[in-house]
């Protein structure tokens, strides 16, 4: 069954960076957009940052555009998210998602056919 598996979370302070991996084992990344989304307890899932199928689409929440980067490698099948700058209000389970979609624009989780089972980020002030 193919699923995401988010890893590379953890505690930081205020300031420092994280970088997160989503390993894609069994997708094909030139057929499937991905996704980071993050959640907060008693908050919409949130979308940060998505690089789409072809590769040639990037896009940012506005909130963490000029801190976090998206990159994939589609030999080792794997999307990184890197984040620099943080702040605790980007402590969030944040979570990574495939879709069969061209563009990775909408924050809808509902176009998101597969989902890993998150990882931790905690950023203290």
């Known amino acids: 069954q193919l699923q995401p598996v988010e890893s590379g979370g953890g505690l930081v302070q205020s300031g420092g960076s994280l970088k997160l991996s989503c390993a894609l084992s069994?997708?094909?990344?030139?057929?499937?957009?991905i996704k980071w989304f993050r959640q907060v307890p008693g908050k919409e899932r949130e979308g940060v940052a998505c690089v789409s199928r072809s590769g040639g689409l990037i896009d940012y929440a506005d909130a963490v555009k000029g801190r976090f980067t998206i990159s994939r490698d589609t030999a080792k099948k794997t999307v990184s998210l890197q984040m620099n700058s943080l702040n605790p209000d980007d402590t969030a389970i944040y979570l990574c998602?495939?879709?069969?979609?061209?563009?990775?624009?909408?924050?809808?989780?509902?176009?998101?056919?597969?989902w890993g089972q998150g990882t931790q980020v905690t950023v203290s002030s």
């Open positions: 069994g997708f094909d990344l030139d057929s499937y957009s």
């Open positions: 998602a495939a879709a069969t979609i061209d563009y990775c624009f909408s924050d809808n989780p509902r176009l998101y056919d597969y």
